[in-house]
């Protein structure tokens, strides 16, 4: 099973970046997927996730509702998080990750599989 990231890069406040996560070895619609992020500095925080093994509802940290939206594309096996108005408290380096939880969860612990991260650099 592997995860990964793709579409990080630089960018000024208030541009935009879509992330994708792309799964191997294993179907994503089996799993809820989990975006997280982590500043230098800090701890590995949740972004958004999506519904549990495919139900189609989307979960949000509350400083990125209405700005950050995550979806999937089962035939690609990969699940985006698209980010507009982007701000530079977003800058962190951003991971996906899966879990086969009963229920949608922010719980990191909760994680067992996680990609590489993607770095995104947002400037004032």
């Known amino acids: 099973m592997q995860l990964v990231e793709s579409g990080g890069g630089l960018v000024q406040a208030g541009g935009t970046l879509r992330l994708s996560c792309t799964a191997s070895g294993f179907s994503l619609d089996d799993y809820t997927i989990g975006w997280f992020r982590q500043a230098p500095g800090k701890e590995r925080d949740w972004v958004s996730c999506?519904?549990?093994?495919?139900?189609?509802?989307?979960y949000y940290e509350d400083s990125v509702k209405g700005r950050f939206t995550i979806s999937s594309d089962n035939a690609k096996n990969t699940v985006y998080l698209q980010m507009n108005n982007l701000k530079p408290e977003d800058t962190a380096v951003y991971y996906c990750?899966?879990?086969?939880?009963?229920?949608?969860?922010?719980?990191?612990?909760?994680?067992?599989?996680w990609g590489q991260g993607t770095q995104v650099t947002v400037s004032s």
């Open positions: 999506t519904g549990s093994r495919g139900v189609n509802i989307t």
């Open positions: 990750a899966a879990t086969t939880f009963i229920s949608p969860t922010s719980a990191l612990y909760r994680y067992l599989n």
